[in-house]
């Protein structure tokens, strides 16, 4: 019975797989230092940047691909993939009616009326398509509370101060293979500028969208929480089909200043390949917050897209009494590959940390939870929690997990639990017997194991995280 | 309301049922009784749709339909219910969502709209107090952490709210002390109507001096090998299974 079941669940196709018809101007493959200085002039960006970006480009040249995650693909060739690509609209937009018809009408099929969005939910949104922002709302209500919330792009051009002084701070160029790449070569993402003491009256929410086919995504995302204040920060995605692989190698980097709290969500939803493991997004991302005196960050992700996603949000808690969450979904299916997990850098005194990772793995999928809790020599008092679970569908997946404890301060206080289970059929025959079917069963169930996480997401966001696992996992019906 | 005819069922080559004969009309309550092994568990499992076992031959006629034809969840939405021997726990999934998805499923199953959440919300007040547990239940992660007696006070909250025409109670009162018998029992005592029927599993007489039977039906060796009223039971209680082997070897 459980294979029947589980066939018809595994063979859920992606709902999203469309190409929407938008003229591009997009840079011929390859990467050299002319490329990148064509990517700055065409962003007319000031001379700094272009500097930053070619000397994260050196340094680049000189790494190598990271082969120790628990991951098999073909390594992409960074001389086929176009570093550029934006619709063709050059001048800013005030309002929706001047976005181009054929981009709303993709965001339609995608179940995402900026419209509503606006007005029921509040948020304000900042929409990527394909690297370069072309709507941004709530831009006032935001000002008014001296909020900076706007496109990287335009962050370069109107804060340049802000961008300079943190930019790279978090995430250095030289910190991995794919963050360097993407130093050299990002075209856009989000900046978000919180001062002192504000509380962010709204959660701020983009949607990325790689959109172009053959165009690798770069994005940059820099958030600064200055002293005492406090932001909510949605990211989620979703990627049309495409029979290559798509390269996606993004940076995200926070900066909680003394008293601040930063609360970071996504949910990701790229292409994962098809039933037979063919294409599908590459999401190999360097998120990581640093955190000062007082101040919290907490990474929730809901993750059930992209072929092979190799990622691991990190706080470094340097300030005493710093607190640091990671809280995570990761949803294999068919022939996905995840590696991903967070680090804690436990360096102040009385900095706590918790993680609570959940991973579900179905078809043939890998799922690997790779987690680092390191307590530096001063930071006395550090505590830390861990807890990862893991849920098996079917007998063809894998689960894996490597936690890694680096402890040079004898007062640390270290937990880690774990657990393996699987979907019984008991379970499912019981969800049976009250007239329950055998999908809204293992939605149920799903939905369940994934509580704690799912419960550190805003609300409107958790509906749509339900949603997605409801669609990775079942079989359309009927 | 059911009509089983000769069945016969077994799990993996072992035959369990050989020929079951058994028909409940409306308003009745029968007790099936037997010794440990004799396939009592099975057919409340066959009845449900249970797919480990295979039904080999015969027939079970619910309201004038082929049961044996429809899924479990289908056999759910014509008013099954199955009070589990051991209910399963599902972490993370309350008691109150699991039961408001149970009754909106079948409902969707019958064509019928949702429940109001304010009908909903009054009906589990009431069914809870009928079963005198407290509200925080309803909170609580389903079977998680639960008590023998709690779980299965807990099916027949679910039995309360689903309101099904056919009960099957699972032996419900293992594990039961004898204030959650009583507790428990009050509350099946409570639902029975004209209209419903209860089909009670047991391996013990006590439930049944709580829960009286009209009829009482002895398995063994997968067959019924004597029916009567309650005073069968009464007088297995006092004489034990060893004169039904005796007769029946």
């Not at chain 1, 190598?64 to 390594?75: H, R």
């Not at chain 1, 190698?249 to 926070?254: F, I, K, R, S, Y």
């Amino acid at each position: 019975m459980s294979d029947e079941i589980l066939d018809e669940i595994t063979a859920s196709e992606y709902k999203y797989g469309f190409t929407s018809d938008i003229e591009s101007d997009k840079v011929p493959p390859g990467l050299n230092e002319d490329v990148i200085r064509l990517i700055s002039s065409k962003k007319n960006e000031p001379e700094w940047m272009l500097e930053w970006r070619l000397d994260a480009f050196r340094t680049w040249s000189e790494m190598i691909e990271p082969d120790w995650p628990n991951v098999t693909y073909n390594k992409p060739n960074f001389q086929a993939i176009s570093y550029y690509s934006a619709p063709k609209q050059t001048k800013t937009l005030d309002s929706l009616e001047e976005v181009d018809p054929e981009l709303l009408k993709t965001f339609e099929k995608l179940g995402i009326s900026i419209d509503e969005q606006k007005r029921l939910t509040g948020v304000a949104m900042d929409v990527v398509v394909d690297s370069v922002s072309v709507a941004t709302s709530f831009k006032e209500t935001l000002a008014e509370k001296g909020i900076i919330f706007c496109s990287m792009s335009e962050a370069i051009q109107e804060h340049p101060e802000l961008v300079r002084k943190h930019l790279g701070t978090v995430v250095p160029k030289r910190d991995n293979f794919y963050a360097a790449l993407n130093s050299a070569v990002f075209t856009d993402g989000s900046f978000c500028y919180i001062p002192k003491g504000v509380h962010c009256p709204m959660e701020l929410s983009t949607y990325f969208r790689i959109n172009e086919a053959g165009t690798g995504q770069f994005e940059r995302t820099l958030l600064v929480a200055d002293k005492g204040s406090y932001v909510s920060y949605l990211e989620g995605c979703t990627a049309p089909s495409r029979d290559e692989n798509q390269l996606h190698a993004a940076v995200v980097e926070l900066v909680a200043m003394e008293g601040a709290e930063i609360k970071y969500s996504t949910v990701q939803n790229w292409f994962p390949g098809d039933a037979e493991g063919k294409g599908g997004v590459f999401n190999f991302v360097t998120k990581r917050g640093i955190c000062e005196r007082n101040s919290k960050i907490s990474w929730t992700q809901v993750e059930t897209g992209s072929a092979v996603t190799w990622k691991y949000p990190s706080c470094i808690l340097k300030g005493d009494n710093s607190v640091g969450e990671f809280y995570s979904v990761a949803v294999t299916n068919k022939f996905q590959q995840a590696d991903t997990g967070t680090k804690m850098i436990h360096l102040g005194k009385n900095t706590k940390s918790t993680i609570i990772s959940k991973g579900i793995s179905a078809g043939k999928s890998h799922n690997s939870y790779r987690g680092l809790v390191r307590v530096g020599p001063r930071a006395e008092n550090a505590r830390n929690f861990s807890q990862c679970d893991s849920l098996l569908m079917g007998n063809q997946c894998g689960a894996h997990t490597f936690p890694y404890i680096e402890a040079q301060n004898p007062s640390a206080q270290i937990e880690h639990e774990a657990t393996t289970s699987k979907i019984g059929e008991d379970q499912i025959f019981y969800c049976n017997q009250r007239g329950i079917g055998t999908e809204e069963a293992i939605a149920l169930i799903v939905n369940g194991y994934c509580k704690e996480v799912l419960n550190q997401l805003p609300m409107e966001f958790a509906v749509e995280a339900q949603k997605l696992l409801e669609v990775s996992l079942e079989g359309s019906v009927g | 309301m059911i009509r089983i005819n000769d069945l016969q069922a077994r799990v993996e080559e072992k035959e369990i049922l050989s020929g079951i004969n058994l028909e409940i009309n409306p308003g009745e309550v029968h007790a099936i009784m037997g010794p440990n092994g004799s396939g009592k568990s099975t057919l409340s499992s066959v009845i449900a749709g249970r797919e480990d076992y295979e039904v080999t031959g015969g027939t079970i006629d619910f309201e004038g339909e082929d049961l044996l034809n429809l899924d479990p969840e289908e056999r759910a939405h014509k008013g099954i219910f199955l009070s589990f021997q051991y209910p399963v726990e599902i972490p993370g999934v309350t008691v109150s969502n699991f039961i408001k998805t149970a009754i909106n499923e079948s409902r969707k199953g019958r064509g019928e709209e949702p429940m109001e959440a304010r009908e909903m919300l009054a009906k589990m007040r009431e069914k809870t107090a009928l079963l005198e547990m407290d509200k925080s239940y309803l909170s609580r992660s389903l079977n998680e952490g639960f008590s023998g007696g709690e779980k299965k006070r807990n099916e027949i909250f679910q039995m309360a709210m689903l309101e099904p025409k056919l009960a099957i109670l699972d032996e419900t009162d293992s594990g039961l002390d004898i204030d959650a018998l009583r507790i428990v029992a009050n509350g099946v005592n409570k639902l029975r109507s004209e209209d419903n029927a209860v089909l009670v599993i047991t391996h013990y007489q006590r439930l049944l001096d709580y829960i009286e039977p009209d009829f009482v039906h002895v398995l063994y060796n997968g067959k019924i090998v004597k029916s009567g009223d309650k005073n069968l039971a009464l007088e297995l209680e006092a004489k034990g299974y060893d004169w039904i082997k005796e007769e029946n070897v």
